[in-house]
Nanobody, 121 residues
Framework: QVQLVESGGGLVQAGASLRLSCAAS????????MGWFRQAPDKEREFVAV???????TYADSVKGRFTISRDNAKNTVYLQMNSLKPEDTAVYYC???????????????WGQGTQVTVSS
C-alpha cells in the first residue's frame, strides 16, 4: 500500500509560482511512477504530469514549459513546480502513484486527498 499526502496549494495571482509536494509512504516509492492530475469545478479530471521511476517525464500540453515534475527518492517525495500560473490552472491537484506509466487516471490505484490551487486574474 502507498499513502500520498499533498501540500503546497494556495491562492496566488496570475503569473506567480507555487510548488506542490507529495509525501509518500511505503518502501516501494522509488520503483513507482508518480504523477499529478487536477480537477476544476464541473470539469473532468485532467492529466498534468508524470515521472517514471527512471526519471522520464511527460506533461500535458497545457502546462508544458511552465510546470516541472521532479522526485526525490531519498525523501519519498514528488514535486510539481508551477510557474507562470494562469487562472485556468485553478483546480484541486491530486498526487497519484502506480506501477505503470500512464496518462490515464484509471491507471493509478493510489491517490492523495488533493490540494487546492487558486489563481486569481
Amino acid at each position: 500500500q502507498v499513502q500520498l499526502v499533498e501540500s503546497g496549494g494556495g491562492l496566488v495571482q496570475a503569473g506567480a509560482s507555487l510548488r506542490l509536494s507529495c509525501a509518500a509512504s511505503g518502501r516501494t516509492f522509488s520503483s513507482y511512477t508518480m504523477g499529478w492530475f487536477r480537477q476544476a469545478p464541473d470539469k473532468e479530471r485532467e492529466f498534468v504530469a508524470v515521472i517514471g521511476w527512471r526519471g522520464d517525464k511527460t506533461y500535458a500540453d497545457s502546462v508544458k514549459g511552465r510546470f516541472t515534475i521532479s522526485r526525490d527518492n531519498a525523501k519519498n517525495t514528488v514535486y510539481l513546480q508551477m510557474n507562470s500560473l494562469k487562472p485556468e490552472d485553478t483546480a484541486v491537484y491530486y498526487c497519484v502513484g502506480s506501477s505503470i506509466y500512464s496518462r490515464d487516471p484509471d491507471g493509478y490505484p493510489y491517490w492523495g486527498q488533493g490540494t487546492q490551487v487558486t489563481v486569481s486574474s
